[in-house]
Structures are given as C-alpha cells and as structure tokens.
T-cell receptor, first 115, second 113 residues
Framework: EAGVTQFPSHSVIEKGQTVTLRCDPI?????LYWYRRVMGKEIKFLLH????????ESGMPNNRFLAERTGGTYSTLKVQPAELEDSGVYFC?????????????FGPGTRLTVT | RKEVEQDPGPFNVPEGATVAFNCTYS??????FFWYRQDCRKEPKLLMS???SGNEDGRFTAQLNRASQYISLLIRDSKLSDSATYLC??????????????FGKGTKLSVIP
C-alpha cells in the first residue's frame, strides 16, 4: 500500500511569492489533515478534510493560507503571499473515516523556506 | 501552560539501557493517546497507542494515568536504532466535528554504542 505522498519535498521562495503544496493521501482514506512545524516548536494542526469538505480549519493561521481538496482525493495548500514566519515543515496526514480519532499516517513533509 | 509537555532531552544512553519518557497533557477531555517516533528530517510514525490498562509491544511499554493526565513510555534494552525523537501525542474532539492531534515538542533519544 502506497503511503501519503507530498510534493515538493523542499521549496525556497521569496517573501511575497506564492507557493502551493500538494498532498496525496493513502487510497481510500477520507480524512486528510494538514499540520505544520515551525523551527523550535511542536507540530501544530492546521485543518481537516473529510472527503472534499473542510471539517475543521480552526488551526489555519490566517487568510493567506487556502486549502482545497477538490474531488476528495489529493489536497493542495496554497500560501499567498508568503511571509518569513511561514517557513517550516508542512505535513499532511490521512486516516480512514472509521478511525478518525487515531492512526493518522503522515507524509514526508514539505520543507518551506521563505527568504 | 503547554497542552502537551515533554522533557526535551536529549537523553544519551548506552546500548542495553532502559530509558523512560514522561509526558503530561492539559486537556482533560483528551480521548486517545499515542507515542510517535520521528527520525531526523522524516515524518512522525506511530509507535504505539496508549491505554489506561497499559500496553506493551516488545521492548516498549506505555502507560496512561488519566487522573494525573500523565503518559509514559519505557524502552528496555535500548538499541542503536532506537535513536530518534519521541513525540507524545493526544487526540481530543475539537468541537468542530474533528479529532485534533496535539503534539508535544518531543524528547530526543541518542543510544550510544
């Protein structure tokens, strides 16, 4: 079974530019989550999709972040315009719908550097 | 107060040693508890879930004390391959139709030959 994949693995952009991160969950996983770890801090929840619907976006830091999951398969997270404090590692995770409270499988992350 | 607190370490132990990690959480409504392992520059991977009755998986034993809001992980007979950062993670219903995972900052373990 293929795991969660994320693209790109690294991205270096300048302040003010736009970046789009992609996550492909494990096939059949209806739950999809985005998390972020900034330098020196713990991993923090950003948002949760159930299929194509945003179930919980309480962790999104501000309106410069836009997440989509059209068709309920892969998801994108767009940062526009990027700021220095957006640098960090963005993880995506997925889980089965009937096991929403546990067993989230994480992707390798996208390391974003904003200069 | 942080939602999930862990001793950051690092813990440097010789091969074969027993090492214990502790974690406390602040949300009494937390429902599920886990230890994740994260290797350098890799993604977190579920090591084991933690239950009130305690659970064991080979050299690893996890305990949960709901009254004290305390979670522990014991690693016996440490191997070099156990070197990693161990993340204490709790799950609670967010009230927005979702279970959110809340992570500790992690405890770094280095097992030395």
């Amino acid at each position: 079974e293929a795991g969660v994949t994320q693209f790109p693995s690294h991205s270096v952009i300048e302040k003010g530019q736009t970046v789009t991160l992609r996550c492909d969950p494990i096939s059949g996983h209806d739950n999809l989550y985005w998390y972020r770890r900034v330098m020196g801090k713990e991993i923090k929840f950003l948002l949760h999709f159930v299929k194509e619907s945003k179930q919980d976006e309480s962790g999104m830091p501000n309106n410069r972040f836009l997440a989509e999951r059209t068709g309920g398969t892969y998801s994108t997270l767009k940062v526009q315009p990027a700021e220095l404090e957006d640098s960090g590692v963005y993880f995506c995770a997925s889980s089965r719908l009937d096991r929403a409270s546990y067993e989230q499988y994480f992707g390798p992350g996208t390391r974003l550097t904003v200069t | 107060r942080k939602e999930v607190e862990q001793d950051p370490g690092p813990f440097n132990v010789p091969e074969g040693a027993t090492v214990a990690f502790n974690c406390t959480y602040s949300n009494s409504a937390s429902q599920s508890f886990f230890w994740y392992r994260q290797d350098c520059r890799k993604e977190p991977k579920l090591l084991m879930s933690v239950y009130s009755s305690g659970n064991e998986d080979g050299r690893f034993t996890a305990q949960l004390n709901r009254a004290s809001q305390y979670i522990s992980l014991l690693i016996r007979d440490s191997k070099l391959s156990d070197s990693a950062t161990y993340l204490c993670v709790v799950s609670a219903y967010s009230g927005a139709g979702s279970y959110q995972l809340t992570f500790g900052k992690g405890t770094k373990l280095s097992v030395i030959p």
